[in-house]
């Protein structure tokens, strides 16, 4: 596609031209436009709305002043709650605390592996008994 | 309630008392439990499937080991398809791609609302559309 | 100094010359010893045992394993106990916990300020009224 | 607890109930209250001064503006000195440097452990020989 | 491009299809490789060996083991020597240090923005003395 | 060097001595500026050009405005161009993106190094036959 065909695609798409597609170097506009469009935009295996709180998450967690407006307009665009955006950024917070803990005390990783899928079985038997 | 009756709480829920959770002082291990449990395992505004997903890309995004094994396998145990948890690290990356470029080129914050904006009543014109 | 006396100043503190020093360029060598032994070996404001468990903290929310592995230990070579080992990764956990929710929630920056200087001053009446 | 006995509780002990804590889901406001208070507000094997220097040191490295803010005037408030503020903060300035430094080098994880065990035996050495 | 034409340039350019690019959903595959080819392997603007340095200090800053492998070792084959590779990590410890230390201080922005301005123009004015 | 000493070479070198550097403690000054000075500004194995975008992209990679302030002016200063400031942005963007996704991937460390190591030998071959 030549420039002003993707510029047409994009324009169609989102209404504007948004400068941080319009400035990139012509060698990578189609394909960053292509990725954009076809992994955020379009109909995938995760829906909209839970891609745009998985990109909440990922911004909350390392404080990206853009991304968590970004996020979060586009997933009430997508028909988000204000109590799923809230508990998307709960979960970042748990998942952040969490993690910090678990390397500052170098857990050990095989201990946490076996655990874990202890848990795993358990879990699955609970769910299985409660068909 | 007691350490006795937290930790029977835990080992009904997760079969085990886990590591991680066991050496926790006890002025901690009640509180820290109850918002794992009520957070994570409950059922909430974003179903669980979901849940583990933002956990898996915050930890992509983050680099723990632990907590994308973790993150990973819940999501498979709440039925997460290989195809689901292949895409919410691809929005992890592309979260982290764009945030790490708009950071760098220090973006018009102003600009960037203002272009957001635009194009959200953009879609929800197209949506109104579609209907 | 010469490198000779760099690295003989550094045997005489540690007892070897470890690989990340004796590989630094010449150009460097003596400022970045200078500031390792005077700010992290030397009797400072913040006693060792503390600026351990800071170099701890700082690690677990970093994912560090060289840098824990290296902050654990010194912390106990300067007596730090398991209890307030665990204790600093509890902090890094609480801290990168809640800082992931703030930035996730856009939490309004005037809002906080105010909020915090109401418990600042709250505090410190409750200080002042317990001598 | 009830909603209301944890808003009492909070406001006793911070004269507000700021709104990071007043809108979290009823599920999680008493747990995450408790640790809140528990881990970061009373007396416990770290003195609150240090508590507060760990939470600036680790803000400061993730960049989080809310944090920096809270930790710094929470450190003022239990007694930190300005050159106990800055030292935490080149702490972590030290930390973060060097860990990027191993980090990027890939240097060797075996030779890092031997290294520092050699250092920690010559620092025991020359701790008995002071005594 | 179909599936295959794009797996045969990746072998083409590669000499194999790596798994990382194997298995991504074909919705993504040929944009994927082409940003990859065109911004990473292509001649722009910034010479290749330069590129592959900002990638490894990039990867030692934010600690990705791939990352600092990869980085590190195309870096080798754009013929970087081991005096640029270890610049490359002294640059990213030195940047993130202070990054940090900037951060955890809280400098006053429009401070920092002026003294650095008065600097550059103490630069350019040297710069020009000098021609 | 005394104290005096130092702030007389950073005000011939910088035209002024920054807050940053000035309020450094007095057992650091000297050896930070070093530092400073012989890895940041002297003539050394990297371009000074390049160890400017190396900062700029660590710095947009792990957000810190001040940084990449810093680093996008003093890149200018010895002359890049926009195009380079934007490529170094868009391959710290390409970095964090794939690095994430091989995180979250938990990808095969193995699998990993032995791909990239039969790409790099399909390179020095074709690097080789290009001679």
Known sequence: MKKAEVFADIRDTL?????????????????????????????????NKYKELIGLA?????RCQYCT???TEAARLFGATEEEIQEASLMAKHTMGWST?????????????????QIAAHVRASQAAAV
């Open 101 to 117: 803990y678990l390397n500052a005390e170098r857990y050990d990783w095989d201990t946490f592996k076996r655990e874990f899928d």
């Open 15 to 47: 209404g504007i031209v948004p400068g941080f597609l319009e400035t990139l170097p012509e060698s990578l506009l189609e394909s960053e436009w292509t990725t954009f469009k076809n992994l955020q935009l379009a109909e995938t295996a995760i829906p």
């Open 69 to 71: 407006y970004f996020h």
């Open 58 to 62: 990922v911004s909350g967690a390392t």
